[in-house]
């Protein structure tokens, strides 16, 4: 390839080639640690070989929360959509039973406000992780979170990475599910009537399991490298967080392996799983383990 200026390079980007790997990558549910995930790592180290990168891939053990669903049943009535989130706990078939309260939104104040210990608690907003340490440290049962008119998939450990074992009692001791607004809003309802009593159930599959992370490097050896990096892991069908990015990197990649010995520096491109559902523990383990 002749040699053009570096501002010129972004015409050579292809959003055929782009697209092209953004099917190939989106055809899987990508959870952490899982084949289908697998199976995206694959394809992305083979493309980027074929493009005259080397490749590394590592599989750290790590641990991994896995929501499967989350269940809010009140008066015989099960309440929908509704969904739990990664580190939430698992209830059991029976669920977790308690008085249904509000505690605006869910702050530590508040939660004390409502007399939150051993009830189930209804809360507005996300499910977050300092939602869910507040409501562990007031002995909440559960927390159920009014999420807006879409329920957004949240994880709720407040540790960054794999918990070391003088963080594990940091890790979430609630179940903890969300709604929607008209949910929410029936929910409000039912209070205002009078005494409500509610049950909610969640299956979440937590535990150590391997993640793949793959690092391509493009003339690293001895030299100032630049690192783009990005995870890989998905919580749905598609092209979802984070599809377009991965083959944003894959098409960058290859322009840049096509102008190497224009390059002053080497570039290594980093490929994460656990970003969703361990809490960015992919990422946290490689600076862990590569950090001289």
């Not at 993640?211 to 990096?229: E, G, N, Q, W």
Request: aromatic content about 8%.
């Amino acid at each position: 390839m002749a040699t053009t200026a570096p501002a010129d390079w972004i015409d050579e980007v292809s959003s055929d080639r782009m697209m092209a790997d953004t099917r190939e990558i989106a055809q899987w549910v990508r959870l952490s640690g899982s084949e289908d995930e697998r199976k995206a790592f694959d394809y992305i180290a083979e493309t980027l070989q074929g493009a005259g990168l080397k490749t590394s891939l590592y599989e750290p053990t790590c641990l991994v929360s896995l929501p499967v669903s989350g269940e809010i049943v009140v008066d015989g009535e099960s309440l929908t959509p509704c969904i739990a989130h990664a580190f939430s706990i698992s209830t059991g078939e029976a669920g977790l039973s308690g008085e249904l309260v509000y505690a605006g939104r869910g702050t530590a104040q508040e939660l004390a406000a409502a007399g939150a210990r051993g009830k189930v608690v209804l809360t507005e907003g996300l499910s977050t992780p300092a939602k869910a340490d507040d409501a562990t440290q007031a002995g909440a049962l559960a927390v159920i979170s009014i999420s807006g008119d879409h329920i957004h998939e949240m994880i709720v450990s407040p540790i960054w990475g794999s918990p070391t074992p003088d963080r594990l009692d940091r890790v979430p001791q609630v179940a903890i599910v969300s709604i929607d607004t008209e949910t929410g809003e029936k929910l409000k309802k039912r209070l205002e009537s009078g005494p409500t009593r509610a049950t909610v159930k969640t299956v979440v599959d937590t535990g150590w399991r391997k993640i793949p992370t793959l690092i391509a490097d493009l003339d690293v050896d001895d030299r100032d490298y630049v690192m783009f990096s990005g995870h890989v892991d998905s919580w749905h069908y598609g092209a979802m967080d984070n599809g377009t990015a991965n083959a944003t990197m894959i098409e960058t990649a290859r322009i840049l392996a096509a102008h190497r010995s224009e390059l002053r520096r080497g570039v290594r491109f980093a490929f994460w799983s656990g970003h969703s559902h361990a809490r960015y523990a992919g990422s946290t383990w490689y600076a862990d383990a590569f950090w001289f």
